[in-house]
């Protein structure tokens, strides 16, 4: 393994997730860059109520020719050590993360770390590959039993018991009291918190002592707080010779009879039951909410949002059980419809959710649209009463639109969607520096008009009014979106409720009129147009710009502290989960042929497929820089981008691309 391809496994990171909440993430490097790197986190509350509980560990092997490490930490100011990141000559992902580690003395040791699916247990799992005479126990001569020399392995976790966004530092209160009940250890840090168990088939030391000064550097460059003291009760031990060495992590008191072996086994059966390594990316993403489920937006810091999920779950419908899965998530958010709108999100602390987006409830529609359509297919069986609280959660928030409804949302004369209040940030692109929503997009945003029409079609299919009421408002669009001098649609018209007053910015959020929607609501040649435009401008390999370069606020690059960040959330910084959209959007403006599939595939899938490889292993980021490289940035394991992907690949393997467009109204020739 070469020096530069190290420093590139040092910016990848891992994930594997368990249906409980609780997951482990770290670097292939092995040095933790952020706060949220953990061997075991936790979900109290799940998804919420996360905490850190083991950080990580410290890792060598005592040989006859010395002590070698298998692990690295970053101090204060800027120290590395020990230097077992030195001694990583080889790293997979599939179907677990593997290490393997070459000492001085030839000694070689390979280490695994599995997060175990719906039972919130991480296996770590480490075995001798080769030693100083490792494997020969005979030979010729007056000594003819000649034995390996012992290599012992020993193992220091590194514990917190935190809140995920919060660091921890030395204190009095730390409980590092062990309770040891056969191969299981209990330690409980702090009142309050999970009890940590760890299981192992070696020895275990109490010997209690400070680790302090962790810098996380990733933390560091955000502008936050960077540096952390974990606390280390005691140490494991064993002889690799002729067995392997593994250590089960666990929060609460888990039972001392846990079989790693078994964990392994039957965690191995589940991973090889997905036909593809995305598919068992999007199972990670699935978690428990109550009795039901939900879908994490994304790890490590974001929890189930209404927006992402309902996005995510268009692309995750395609999956093994995804159909069941879309009809229980569906179904346990329509009791939540208040005034016509779904929550967007519910707090990490409390459960007063919070009705705070104008297109969560529209993409809502879109998704509980599709399962009704899979369901009339024949492929998922829906009882009445299911059918009956979708179609009248899908009226509710109709209704709820058309009368008016929280923060200025509203049907206006012209049947367009008016939407937004100062210092609220409504739509896709929310972020807020301070007291400042950097993209308020106050008005009749473009996207949220394709959703609305989507949502009227949809509502109104079985009704005269419903129809015409579609009718009236799609003229309204295409005969006021229109930006004739530039060739594509206007972001927002009658912005801050000014009638007449437009926003010619070049966005991304248009191609929602042409792609990403079951209905296009625009139509050729000006279908066309924008799909040009926005290829021309706005796309990237790993996804569309939110901004087109040139255009007045336009940042290149998304880094520094947070309100640098924020500033940058949407002001050209690429969205991977734009693909999807845009990619519909070009099939359909090429008659959706095989020819053009393969293209797409080809030219837009294949840089996204790629990236798969190269940041969050195995998964899709959030966001990139605008100008290349396209560095991955925020958020390393997002599931709408995972989400459009699996779409978009569906969408070039077989049909659901072909043009959709709506019978073009009389009022449509006045724009030309």
Same mark, same amino acid.
């Given at each position: 393994?070469?020096?530069?391809?190290?420093?590139?496994?040092?910016?990848?990171?891992?994930?594997?997730?368990?249906?409980?909440?609780?997951?482990?993430?770290?670097?292939?490097? /092995?040095?933790?860059?952020?706060?949220?790197?953990?061997?075991?986190?936790?979900?109290?509350?799940?998804?919420?109520?996360?905490?850190?509980?083991?950080? /990580?560990?410290?890792? $060598?092997?005592?040989?006859?020719?010395?002590?070698?490490? @298998?692990?690295?930490? !970053?101090?204060?100011?800027?120290?590395?050590?020990?230097?077992?990141?030195?001694?990583? %000559?080889?790293?997979?992902?599939?179907?677990?993360?593997?290490?393997?580690?070459?000492?001085?003395?030839?000694?070689?040791?390979?280490?695994?770390?599995?997060?175990?699916?719906?039972?919130?247990?991480?296996?770590?799992?480490? !075995?001798?590959?080769?030693?100083?005479?490792?494997?020969?126990?005979?030979?010729?001569?007056?000594?003819?039993?000649?034995?390996?020399?012992?290599?012992?392995?020993?193992?220091?976790?590194?514990?917190?018991?935190?809140?995920?966004?919060?660091?921890?530092?030395?204190?009095?209160?730390?409980?590092?009291?062990?309770?040891?009940?056969?191969?299981?250890?209990?330690?409980?840090?702090?009142?309050?918190?999970?009890?940590?168990?760890?299981?192992?088939?070696?020895?275990?030391?109490?010997?209690?002592? =400070?680790?302090?000064?962790?810098?996380?550097?990733?933390?560091?460059?955000?502008?936050?707080?960077?540096?952390?003291?974990?606390?280390?009760?005691?140490?494991?031990?064993?002889?690799?010779?002729?067995?392997?060495?593994?250590?089960?992590?666990?929060?609460?008191?888990?039972?001392?009879?846990?079989?790693? *072996?078994?964990?392994?086994?039957?965690?191995?059966?589940?991973?090889?039951?997905?036909?593809?390594?995305?598919? !068992?990316?999007?199972?990670?993403?699935?978690?428990?909410?109550?009795?039901?489920?939900?879908?994490?937006?994304?790890?490590?810091?974001?929890?189930? =949002?209404?927006?992402?999920? +309902?996005?995510?779950?268009?692309?995750?419908?395609?999956?093994?059980?995804? @159909?069941?899965?879309?009809?229980?998530?569906?179904?346990? $958010?329509?009791?939540?419809?208040?005034?016509?709108?779904?929550?967007?999100?519910?707090?990490?602390?409390?459960?007063?959710?919070?009705?705070?987006?104008?297109?969560?409830?529209?993409?809502?529609?879109?998704?509980?649209?599709?399962?009704?359509?899979?369901?009339?297919?024949?492929?998922?069986?829906?009882?009445?009463?299911?059918?009956?609280?979708?179609?009248?959660?899908?009226?509710?928030?109709?209704?709820?639109?058309?009368?008016?409804?929280?923060?200025?949302?509203?049907?206006?004369?012209?049947?367009?969607?008016?939407?937004?209040?100062?210092?609220?940030?409504?739509?896709?692109?929310?972020?807020?520096?301070?007291?400042? %929503?950097?993209?308020?997009?106050?008005?009749?945003?473009? &996207?949220?008009?394709?959703? $609305?029409?989507?949502?009227?079609?949809?509502?109104?299919?079985?009704?005269?009014?419903?129809?015409?009421?579609?009718?009236?408002?799609?003229?309204?669009?295409?005969?006021?979106?229109?930006? &004739?001098?530039?060739?594509?649609?206007?972001? %927002?018209?009658?912005?801050?409720?000014?009638?007449?007053?437009?926003?010619?910015?070049?966005?991304?959020?248009?191609?929602?009129?042409?792609?990403?929607?079951?209905?296009?609501?625009?139509?050729?040649?000006?279908?066309?147009?924008?799909?040009?435009?926005?290829?021309?401008?706005?796309?990237?390999?790993?996804?569309?710009?939110?901004?087109?370069? /040139?255009?007045?606020?336009? %940042?290149?690059?998304?880094?520094?502290?947070?309100?640098?960040?924020?500033?940058?959330?949407?002001?050209?910084?690429?969205?991977?989960?734009?693909?999807?959209?845009?990619?519909?959007?070009?099939?359909?403006?090429?008659?959706?042929?095989?020819?053009?599939?393969?293209?797409?595939? *080809?030219? +837009?899938?294949?840089?996204?497929?790629?990236?798969?490889?190269?940041?969050?292993?195995?998964?899709?980021?959030?966001?990139?820089?605008?100008?290349?490289?396209?560095?991955?940035?925020?958020?390393?394991?997002?599931?709408?981008? @995972?989400?459009?992907?699996?779409?978009?690949?569906?969408?070039?393997? /077989?049909?659901?691309?072909?043009? *959709?467009?709506?019978?073009?109204?009389?009022?449509?020739?006045?724009?030309?």
């Amino acid at each position: 393994m070469t020096s530069s391809s190290h420093d590139d496994w040092l910016a990848c990171e891992w994930l594997e997730a368990d249906g409980l909440g609780g997951f482990a993430s770290g670097t292939v490097g /092995g040095i933790r860059t952020r706060r949220y790197h953990a061997l075991l986190l936790a979900a109290t509350t799940p998804p919420t109520g996360r905490m850190v509980l083991v950080n /990580g560990l410290e890792a $060598w092997l005592e040989t006859p020719g010395g002590r070698f490490a @298998l692990t690295a930490q !970053r101090y204060t100011p800027d120290v590395v050590w020990p230097d077992g990141q030195d001694r990583i %000559v080889a790293f997979r992902s599939e179907p677990w993360p593997q290490w393997t580690f070459h000492s001085e003395d030839g000694t070689e040791v390979t280490q695994e770390i599995v997060a175990c699916h719906e039972r919130g247990h991480v296996v770590l799992r480490w !075995r001798l590959r080769s030693g100083p005479l490792a494997g020969r126990v005979a030979g010729p001569g007056p000594d003819p039993v000649r034995t390996a020399p012992p290599v012992q392995l020993i193992v220091r976790p590194l514990l917190a018991g935190r809140d995920y966004h919060a660091l921890h530092h030395e204190n009095p209160v730390f409980d590092f009291r062990a309770g040891v009940t056969g191969a299981r250890v209990l330690w409980r840090p702090y009142p309050g918190v999970p009890a940590i168990s760890a299981i192992s088939d070696g020895s275990y030391r109490h010997e209690p002592v =400070w680790y302090r000064s962790f810098q996380y550097d990733a933390e560091r460059a955000r502008g936050l707080d960077c540096t952390e003291d974990l606390a280390s009760p005691g140490v494991f031990s064993w002889t690799l010779n002729g067995r392997d060495a593994t250590l089960i992590l666990g929060a609460g008191e888990a039972s001392p009879d846990l079989d790693a *072996a078994s964990l392994l086994d039957a965690e191995a059966r589940r991973r090889k039951s997905f036909e593809a390594p995305p598919a !068992r990316a999007a199972d990670a993403y699935v978690v428990r909410r109550g009795a039901g489920k939900t879908i994490v937006a994304g790890y490590p810091w974001f929890t189930d =949002w209404g927006r992402d999920t +309902f996005v995510s779950l268009r692309g995750f419908m395609g999956l093994p059980a995804g @159909l069941e899965l879309a009809r229980d998530i569906l179904l346990a $958010w329509a009791p939540a419809v208040s005034e016509g709108m779904v929550p967007n999100r519910f707090p990490d602390a409390g459960e007063q959710p919070e009705y705070n987006a104008v297109d969560a409830s529209l993409w809502y529609v879109i998704a509980a649209h599709e399962l009704l359509e899979a369901a009339e297919a024949g492929d998922i069986a829906l009882e009445g009463a299911a059918v009956q609280v979708l179609q009248g959660a899908i009226e509710q928030i109709v209704a709820g639109y058309q009368a008016g409804t929280r923060f200025g949302i509203r049907m206006a004369d012209d049947g367009l969607l008016a939407a937004g209040v100062p210092g609220v940030q409504l739509t896709w692109m929310d972020a807020k520096v301070g007291d400042r %929503v950097v993209t308020p997009r106050i008005g009749k945003p473009v &996207e949220v008009q394709a959703l $609305w029409l989507n949502a009227l079609r949809i509502a109104g299919a079985t009704s005269a009014d419903g129809r015409n009421l579609y009718r009236h408002a799609l003229a309204s669009f295409q005969l006021r979106f229109w930006n &004739e001098q530039r060739g594509c649609l206007f972001d %927002v018209v009658d912005v801050d409720h000014v009638a007449g007053r437009n926003d010619p910015a070049l966005r991304p959020n248009q191609i929602l009129a042409v792609g990403g929607l079951p209905y296009q609501v625009l139509v050729e040649p000006y279908a066309s147009q924008v799909v040009d435009a926005v290829e021309r401008q706005l796309l990237t390999p790993l996804g569309l710009r939110s901004l087109a370069p /040139g255009e007045p606020g336009y %940042v290149a690059r998304y880094g520094g502290g947070v309100r640098e960040r924020d500033s940058a959330y949407h002001q050209g910084t690429v969205w991977p989960w734009l693909i999807g959209p845009f990619i519909e959007a070009w099939l359909r403006t090429r008659g959706g042929t095989t020819a053009a599939k393969r293209e797409a595939d *080809a030219r +837009f899938l294949a840089p996204l497929r790629a990236h798969l490889a190269l940041a969050g292993l195995g998964h899709v980021c959030e966001i990139a820089d605008a100008e290349p490289p396209h560095a991955p940035r925020g958020c390393p394991f997002q599931a709408w981008s @995972l989400g459009e992907l699996l779409r978009a690949s569906r969408l070039v393997e /077989g049909g659901g691309a072909e043009a *959709a467009e709506p019978p073009a109204p009389a009022q449509r020739a006045s724009v030309a």
